[in-house]
């Protein structure tokens, strides 16, 4: 009999490390890789793994995810799929917003209907990876686990960066540190060496397990857990069910990345650019999914393009791109030059009338203008460069702000809908 499985994936919060790109939209509506949007990530795991009961808690900008989910997932009658938003509400009995990753669970019990013998699924939205879940699961049942962490393997060096467990060698939980500043709790929590052993890295690195945020829980557990007062399941309802349920550790061994900071999202786009990137979009068994937008070809005229992606509706006219990531609908105008530069695109194409009502305000069109040359930037949706425009955060402050423009962890950010005048050397 097939396991009913019930998917919730946690919108997270106001997703202030990756500003400004959450100013307008909540995390899992960032745009990634082109075509994408960061939200397709799990969603397109669950439904490789044949799981299409969903449900997506979020509170902060949700309109962009709205519309993005309902035009990209829309599942048949008889299938009984389906992906549904679940977004912070205020009650007679609760005005508070969602204190935590536990609280947003507990607070939308009430609306996800579940039998004695489910299993929930909990995921997180602002990751980057492709796992088998269908092998998740079935680790949980066989090793008849409580609940079920998916853990995924760390040098001891990063260990203060996550919550870390330590493991016996059935892959049972037998200690759980969110976070451990003391060396000595560091130190317990590395691997013994026939589990080392097992890790694809042949180095002599010693490895820990960090939590990767995804949970499987029975029922039984998660309501239980859930009638407290605990509001993290990271920070507080892990550690406490350590010793008094049965907790394991499910190790996945692959490319995994929180890319919930402006550094992290920017490399992790730039890496789709590689001959062979560790997270490969040209997978057709377990394929990412996304909205279909029906555009036409990229037409790039005599540009000289290196290790880049371009995405569908583009016009790029005599540019120079190094290690770039176009999204759709992106305009580059004549002998405009590029270098490790992820441009998220546009939301439409301008007509004629468009550009005359802009060159009366005397604003750019939509896109980069001649003559330009962007280095280690990400470029939001609908922003308007104009000509002779030289952008870099080299030499930029850490808070680095000039109208739609930003400097956040090294990297050259441009807002949503952000206009970059003529002649703007910085």
Partial sequence: MKTNVCCIIMGG???????????????????????YRIVDIPISNCLNAGYNKIYLLTQFNTESLHRHVHESYRFDSFGGGFVEILSAEQTESDENWYQGTADAVRQNLKHIPLSDD?????????????MDLELLIKQHIQTKADVTIATKAMPISRASEF??????????????????????????????????????????????????????????????VLDSKDKDFGKEV???????SRLYSYIFDDYWEDIGTVSSFFEANLMLTDSLPIFNFFD????????ARHLPGSKLNSCTVEHTVVC????????????CVIGSRSIIRENSQLENVFMMGADHFESMDEMAINKSKGIPDIGIGKNCYIRNAIIDRNARIGDNVRLSPEGKSPSFQQGSIYVRDGVLCIAKNGVVPDNTIL
């Fill in 13 to 35: 919060g106001r997703g202030s490390r990756l500003y400004p790109f959450t100013q307008v939209r909540c995390k899992p509506a960032v745009p990634l890789g082109g075509k």
């Fill in 284 to 291: 057709e068994i377990n394929p990412i999914y996304s909205r």
């Fill in 163 to 224: 919550g870390v467990m330590r493991t016996e060698k059935d892959l049972s939980v037998s200690a759980f540190y969110e976070k451990p500043k003391d060396p000595s709790v560091t130190q317990s929590v590395i691997i013994d060496k026939t589990l080392r052993s097992t890790l694809k890295d042949p180095s002599d690195t010693p490895y820990c397990l960090i939590s990767m945020g995804i949970y499987v829980f029975n029922v039984s557990v998660l309501k239980k």
């Fill in 238 to 244: 892990i550690p406490n069910l350590v010793g008094k």
């Fill in 312 to 323: 569908d509706g583009c016009i790029i006219s005599q540019a120079n791109l190094h290690r």
């Fill in 118 to 130: 489910s299993l929930v699924l909990i995921l997180s939205g602002d990751q980057l990876y492709r």
